[in-house]
């Protein structure tokens, strides 16, 4: 489906099959001289055929087009290397560029994220299964790419629209947002989603992804906003409304976390399967591999917030950490 939902501006709908995300919005920008697609949807045929039926409608040179990636999940920037020529220009943050193509397959990678699943009682069996069906490791670029690197305050012009790049990391430790101060437009990625919420991983052993995302998401609270492309669902007004129900929903979060530690300690795979999931499956060993990934993944961010406003301390215990409140 393609939607002109701004003069020369394309929305186009990227199927995701067997993905809980259903579609990504990817966005084409035309104009006399390039091109600009922004974000490009799973490294698929699902995805290819989509954007070649496309680009035909549109009459758009793949050889007159730039890409901008808002961070690296595969849903994103997958099929970016298929696409791209060599007169295009790829346009990234530096924190996510180096996780996007066949780098994200590197051994030293894949050693650190294993450690870290122990840690939290992560199951080595399970973790196993996860990376092998995660669409992530399966749909990922697979050549290396030359990317313009981009940081908060880069500007970048295609036709009548003039974006600044904003530093929002929280959902990526890059992720990067586009907005037209003109137009009072905001090209949001995964930053902020109208229908579903983005989620808030950590498998790294520094950080704070969750504190992250409310500051970023405070940063844009600050901004005039009248239009919202997201790289989910719908596109949307309110996006002042959007972000304090984000903020509230991860104080929800956080909360329950707190009261599933008055039960005593736990490790983060354990608090996971403990907190209430937006899934069809009727209980947490129910859950595919990849699912328990994520939500463990979720559940380490808001751990690892509640620790560092020392709320709860984490001790590591027979190679796992445990977690109880102070």
Same mark, same amino acid.
């Given at each position: ?8 501006m394309f929305r ?5 099959p067997n ?6 919005n %990817?966005?084409?920008?035309k104009s ?19 954007f070649?039926s496309?680009l035909?409608e ?5 050889? &007159? ?5 808002t ?7 997958? /099929? ?5 020529? &060599? ?5 990234? %943050?530096?924190?996510d560029?180096?996780?996007i193509?066949?780098v994200i397959?590197g051994?030293?990678?894949?050693s ?9 009682g992560?199951?080595?069996s399970?973790?196993q ?7 992530g490791?399966?749909?990922?670029s697979?050549?290396p790419l ?7 305050g880069?500007?970048?012009s295609?036709?009548d629209y ?10 990526? &430790? ?13 090209m ?6 109208q ?14 992804p969750l ?6 998401l ?14 989910h669902?719908?596109v949307?007004?309110d996006?002042?409304g959007r ?10 979060r956080a909360?329950?976390?707190l009261?599933i530690l ?10 996971? %399967? ?5 899934l069809t499956?009727?209980?947490w060993d129910?859950f595919?591999?990849p699912?328990?990934?994520f939500?463990t993944g979720?559940?380490?961010?808001h /751990? ?10 984490g001790?590591l215990?027979?190679g796992?950490i ?5």
């Amino acid at each position: 489906m393609i939607e002109e939902v701004l003069p020369y501006m394309f929305r186009l709908e990227v199927p995701l099959p067997n993905n809980p995300l259903k579609a990504i919005n %990817s966005y084409i920008i035309k104009s006399k001289d390039r091109n600009l697609i922004i974000d490009t949807g799973m490294n698929r045929e699902e995805c290819m055929a989509v954007f070649q039926s496309s680009l035909k409608e549109l009459d758009v040179n793949l050889g &007159d087009t730039d890409f901008f990636i808002t961070h690296m999940h595969a849903d994103h920037s997958g /099929l970016v290397s298929e696409l791209a020529t &060599d007169s295009s220009g790829v346009y990234c %943050s530096l924190p996510d560029s180096v996780l996007i193509g066949p780098v994200i397959s590197g051994a030293d990678w894949y050693s650190d994220m294993s450690k870290v699943a122990g840690l939290s009682g992560f199951p080595e069996s399970e973790f196993q299964e996860a990376v092998l069906k995660h669409p992530g490791f399966k749909y990922s670029s697979r050549k290396p790419l030359e990317f313009n690197i981009l940081k908060g305050g880069d500007t970048i012009s295609i036709g009548d629209y003039h974006f600044t790049c904003l530093e929002t990391p929280g959902h990526t &430790d890059g992720h990067l947002c586009l907005y037209d101060s003109d137009k009072k437009l905001l090209m949001s990625g995964d930053h902020i989603l109208q229908d579903i919420t983005p989620n808030i991983s950590m498998w790294s052993r520094v950080g704070n992804p969750l504190k992250d995302f409310i500051n970023s998401l405070d940063m844009i609270y600050g901004l005039e906003v009248d239009l919202v492309l997201p790289g989910h669902r719908r596109v949307f007004n309110d996006c002042k409304g959007r972000i304090e129900e984000l903020k509230l929903h991860h104080q929800t979060r956080a909360q329950e976390v707190l009261t599933i530690l008055e039960e005593g300690a736990a490790n983060v795979y354990q608090v996971a %399967s403990r907190m209430t999931w937006d899934l069809t499956y009727r209980s947490w060993d129910l859950f595919p591999a990849p699912q328990k990934w994520f939500a463990t993944g979720e559940a380490r961010a808001h /751990l690892r917030y509640l620790e560092e406003d020392s709320l709860i301390k984490g001790e590591l215990v027979n190679g796992n950490i445990l977690y109880s409140l102070i």
